[in-house]
């Protein structure tokens, strides 16, 4: 269960980042 949990943090943090990189990117698009 413990090993399940982190990887699921993982995920969403890996989630977060490829979210927050495209927002960047749209936001660049913008410029």
Do not use: D, I, Q
């Not at 090993?3 to 989630?15: C, H, I, P, Q, Y």
């Amino acid at each position: 269960m413990g090993t399940k949990s982190w990887a699921n943090v993982r995920a969403l943090r890996t989630v977060l980042v490829v979210f927050e990189t495209m927002s960047g990117l749209k936001v660049n698009f913008n410029k």
